[in-house]
């Protein structure tokens, strides 16, 4: 996974890259590094392809070393020569500029390259985007300007992790409860609702626990064998054009009391049809 230093650059910590080597090859990487604006504009100016072209060493342009050590003149420099580089992916860890600068902690740059036309919630190698990378590390306003975006809060990670969690994690509580309020405000009103509300579990309920509660009282609970208090105790419900409730069965009047309220009920067709053998 690619992790960020400040202080890297150098022959030792460089994957055995000398500096010389390095300073020679990829001019336009070095500058931009280390904010040479002048020699930066001097080196586009006669090779602009190279704004585009990605260090032997790393996978990044010359943009994503900007980004990554806080170099706003040489991100806006290397931009104006060709823009499509804001959106850029290194061949290595498919890292954006916006991946680099949220994980770097350079509001000032995550903030003009989403106004440059930024796409945060591109992925990296590990399915992270830039919220993921600026929450990891504790970059609150890295943060807020990429929620404000607005970007995706809920999108996970390659080990199904998303930003909030990932702060969590790496000990930035006040961040991920902030990601996950931003989460519940960006819910449309019935979700925030639903989860606002406590939560309602449904358990199988027994014969006579599913009769009452669909009836509410209005029912009287028998035993299956007193079928005649059954019917005595039975609201009778006049139905036009229709028998008695009286002159007809358990099932038939149960049948012709729905009919009449104008409901099905495939649960209650399941209890008659298992507690009388119908």
């Known amino acids: 996974m690619f992790i960020t230093d400040l202080n890297m650059f150098n022959a030792s910590n460089a994957g055995c890259v000398p500096e010389r080597e390095f300073h020679n090859n990829c001019p336009a990487h070095r500058a931009?590094?280390?904010?040479?604006?002048?020699?930066?504009?001097?080196?586009?100016?006669?090779?602009?392809?190279?704004?585009?072209?990605?260090?032997?060493?790393?996978?990044?342009?010359?943009?994503?070393?900007?980004?990554l050590f806080g170099h706003l003149d040489c991100i806006r420099q290397v931009a104006s020569v060709e823009p499509r580089v804001v959106n850029v992916q290194s061949f290595r860890y498919f890292l954006t500029p916006i991946h680099c600068a949220s994980e770097a902690g350079h509001p000032h740059c995550v903030l003009w390259l989403l106004q440059a036309g930024a796409n945060p919630e591109v992925k990296d190698v590990s399915g992270e985007t830039a919220l993921h990378k600026a929450s990891s590390k504790g970059h609150?306003?890295?943060?807020?300007?990429?929620?404000?975006?607005?970007?995706?809060?809920?999108?996970?990670?390659s080990n199904g992790q998303t930003a909030s969690a990932l702060a969590e994690i790496s000990g930035y509580p006040a961040i991920a409860e902030?990601?996950?309020?931003s989460e519940f405000a960006s819910l449309n009103d019935f979700q925030r609702r639903i989860l606002s509300e406590p939560t309602f579990t449904m358990h199988r309920l027994s014969r006579k626990r599913t009769h009452d509660a669909m009836y509410q009282g209005t029912v009287k609970r028998i035993c299956s064998g007193d079928i005649s208090e059954r019917i005595m105790s039975t609201p009778i419900v006049p139905l036009s054009g229709l028998m008695n409730p009286m002159q007809t069965s358990v099932i038939e009047h149960e049948k012709l009391r729905r009919e009449e309220c104008g409901y099905s009920d495939s649960l209650m067709d399941m209890y008659f049809s298992e507690f009388h053998g119908c």
């Open 178 to 181: 902030f990601i996950r309020k």
């Open 32 to 67: 931009c590094r280390d904010g040479d604006i002048a020699s930066l504009s001097r080196i586009l100016q006669s090779e602009p392809s190279l704004a585009m072209m990605q260090d032997p060493y790393r996978g990044l342009t010359p943009i994503h070393w900007a980004a």
């Open 140 to 157: 609150a306003e890295c943060v807020s300007l990429l929620i404000a975006a607005p970007c995706n809060v809920s999108v996970q990670n």
